[in-house]
T-cell receptor
């Protein structure tokens, strides 16, 4: 079993939709949770990160962590075609060093 | 601010040749990471350095792979001899520890094709 599981998609939604992206994990010791966005032929770009449980909001993006269920989510409100990319979740134990990445979910937002 | 800079962006070479990938981390960052990304295996951590010292190289696949960080602003990942299964996108990332601890920032990668 992989440490971090993520549905690869692709996920196709119309412009303006609310998007929900999710990851599950097996190691209850994970404390740091990150979301990266990766455009084609580019490196992963950090979107948001949270420590332990709870929610964090940044503009149209909201990250949620549910440690009891070992489940994290990224919500995108009012999705735009420019949000079309692959979204990677990542987790770490004690700091931002050794990351465990999900396989990524490919999102396509149609105009 | 300049981000993580990798070179070359693309490399095509024949099996058996030596390949050297280069990385310049963000100035002031004290951690540097090398990753490999493939469709089958996703993003895999190969090795990471702290203050130019290798900390964890457990992800390095074989002795054919080696990495160095001679100073705070430069690192190399070398494959010798290269094999077709080494074809992948190789990413370098850097981060800052301490009170301003932040997650890793990635370069745009080197797309490596071994024929």
């Amino acid at each position: 079993q992989k440490e971090v599981e993520q549905d690869p998609g692709p996920l196709s939604v119309p412009e303006g939709a609310i998007v929900s992206l999710n990851c599950t994990y097996s190691n209850s010791a994970f404390q740091y949770f990150m979301w990266y966005r990766q455009y084609s032929r580019k490196g992963p770009e950090l979107l948001m990160y949270t420590y332990s449980s709870g929610n964090k909001e940044d503009g149209r993006f909201t990250a949620q962590v549910d440690k009891s269920s070992k489940y994290i989510s990224l919500f995108i409100r009012d999705s735009q075609p420019s949000d079309s990319a692959t979204y990677l979740c990542a987790m770490s134990l004690y700091n931002f060093n050794k990351f465990y990445f999900g396989s990524g979910t490919k999102l396509n937002v149609k105009p | 601010d300049a981000g993580v800079i990798q070179s070359p962006r693309h490399e095509v070479t024949e099996m058996g040749q030596e390949v050297t990938l280069r990385c310049k981390p963000i100035s002031g960052h004290d951690y540097l990471f090398w990753y490999r990304q493939t469709m089958m295996r996703g993003l895999e951590l190969l090795i990471y350095f702290n203050n130019n010292v290798p900390i964890d190289d457990s992800g390095m696949p074989e002795d054919r792979f080696s990495a160095k960080m001679p100073n705070a602003s430069f690192s190399t990942l070398k494959i010798q001899p290269s094999e077709p299964r080494d074809s992948a996108v190789y990413f370098c990332a850097s981060s800052l520890a301490g009170p301003d601890n932040q997650p890793q920032h990635f370069g745009d990668g080197t797309r490596l094709s071994i024929l």
